[in-house]
């Protein structure tokens, strides 16, 4: 699936608040195949958080779903740490990664195999994620409403 040709659904990204992770926003859009299909289970997710402190990255994470699993996706944030648990013939098995990092599939599972990647500014990361999950007809990347950085005094 990750390999097949998806165009995209619609014509923007819509951000929602996530009330779960203020000031946090999340998106999610549908994709159909080069015949027409467009299974429900078949989409794209991201959040995105700005940084609160000045200079620092802001949290993205973009996700190609498909059948409940998370099949590709690409996350950065603060210096963090993902342990590879799967993957045991990959070169990074057992090993921490710190973000940005990219979530493959690897032989020996669909989801938790990640592998460090070099910074990028979000509208480079969501053209890197589009390119590598085949996805035509995406809008570019904009953000959500500005959140606020600087608290009044």
């Known amino acids: 699936m990750l390999a097949a040709e998806k165009r995209w659904v619609g014509r923007s990204v819509r951000w929602v608040a996530n009330a779960h ?18 299974p429900a289970t078949l989409f794209v997710t991201a959040y995105f958080k700005a940084a ?6 802001d949290k993205l994470y973009l996700s190609l779903h498909y059948n409940a699993r998370r099949i590709h996706g690409l996350d ?4 963090s740490r993902h342990r590879n648990d799967v993957g045991q ?12 990092h990219r979530h493959r599939i690897c032989d020996e ?45």
């Open 21 to 38: 992770r203020l000031p946090g926003y999340n998106m999610r859009a549908a994709l159909a195949l080069s015949d027409g299909l467009q």
């Open 52 to 57: 609160r402190i000045p200079g620092a990255a």
């Open 76 to 79: 950065d944030n603060a210096p």
């Open 89 to 100: 013939s990959e070169p990074l098995f057992g090993q921490l990664i710190s973000h940005p």
């Open 109 to 153: 599972a669909v989801e938790g195999y990640a592998e460090p990647m070099e910074r990028l500014s979000p509208a480079e990361m969501w053209t890197t994620f589009l390119a590598e999950c085949n996805i035509l007809g995406a809008p570019n990347w904009y953000p959500p409403p500005p959140t606020q950085t600087v608290m009044p005094i």
